[in-house]
């Protein structure tokens, strides 16, 4: 058989230029696989997130709800290392808009997983505001709006766990604004970054939560920049969304239904978020989250597959 003469080189053929060096290191978490509790018979078991999120090809997790992956931190370094996969950060919810009466119980929360944290050699605490709203049930807990005493007590007392964190743990908090908690549009976040320390309080930023209550990923990045301290990349399905706002949905109904989709089907254009973050050339994780709670256990690992491939084709 005869071999084709080469053929001279097309600029849709040519090689693609060198791939420019990026400071964002991607990850995934026990969320993406439809973990929200530490023991629930609805979610795969530890060892088949472990296996399938490094089968996916990510290497950094989360430690997702305190309780879910082992506790131990022999264990936990021994079952991630053999896997390739190492830990960013850990997770926390808080009430502290309640104030000092809250401080003793929450610091017992934060303790346990920023010590699982810290042994696991994370860098990061996700802080997560609690519900105004049960996420699954609707009830209505409190008002939806702090008082001014409410948000001078949210601030004091995040910077003074920022600190206490980093002085103790030497991590790093990161505030998660969140749907159906006190801490989600942009009149809010931007509000809570104003009035506190950038030396004591940084920001998650959650693409998909942003999106979810009307924010602007990239115009946040932009505008607080040297606050950006971590990001969870995820995206909301817009007509879903609209539904979840006309009938006011809480926030569990709302995942199930699939207000929460695979990337790149929905919002916000994850591209523009990565390039606006690229350009403030720090050091950040991006740990892809995609709330499916809950979810039939054979669903996660294939949209991971999907999400790691197109997370590659943005560069990172």
């Not at 399938?52 to 021994?78: F, H, K, M, Q, S």
């Not at 809250?102 to 699982?116: M, P």
């Not at 879903?240 to 926030?251: C, K, Q, S």
């Not at 994850?270 to 669903?299: G, H, K, S, T, W």
């Amino acid at each position: 058989m005869t071999k084709p003469s080469p053929q001279p080189s097309s600029p849709s053929s040519a090689p693609s230029p060198p791939s420019v060096p990026t400071r964002i290191r991607v990850g995934s978490a026990p969320d993406s696989w439809g973990v929200w509790f530490p023991d629930d018979p609805r979610q795969v078991p530890w060892q088949r997130f472990l296996d399938e999120v490094a089968g996916a090809g990510y290497e950094w997790i989360e430690l997702g709800p305190y309780g879910y992956l082992p506790t131990d931190p022999a264990v936990l370094a021994e079952e991630t290392a053999r896997r390739g996969l190492r830990v960013s950060a850990g997770t926390v919810f808080t009430g502290l808009h309640h104030g000092s009466d809250v401080w003793d119980r929450t610091w017992g929360h934060v303790a346990e997983n920023a010590a699982l944290a810290q042994a696991m050699g994370a860098g990061h605490l996700v802080v997560i505001p609690s519900f105004w709203r049960d996420d699954r049930t609707g009830e209505v807990l409190e008002d939806p709006l702090l008082t001014a005493g409410q948000w001078r007590d949210l601030t004091r007392l995040t910077e003074r766990l920022g600190r206490e964190v980093r002085e103790r743990y030497g991590l790093r908090i990161v505030v998660h604004p969140h749907a159906d908690t006190h801490l989600d549009s942009e009149e809010s976040v931007t509000r809570f970054l104003d009035a506190t320390d950038p030396e004591a309080v940084s920001l998650c930023l959650d693409t998909g939560h942003y999106e979810y209550a009307g924010g602007d990923s990239v115009e946040l990045i932009e505008t607080y920049g040297e606050r950006i301290g971590y990001l969870h990349l995820k995206q909301v399905d817009p007509a879903v969304l609209a539904e979840v706002v006309a009938e006011g949905m809480p926030f569990g109904p709302a995942v199930a239904r699939g207000v929460m989709c695979e990337p790149p089907s929905g919002a916000p254009a994850l591209e523009p978020v990565l390039a606006a973050a690229r350009a403030l050339d720090v050091d950040l994780f991006a740990i892809v989250e995609q709330d499916m709670y809950p979810c039939a256990p054979d669903v996660p690992y294939p949209i991971a597959l999907r999400t790691r491939s197109f997370l590659r084709s943005c560069g990172v």
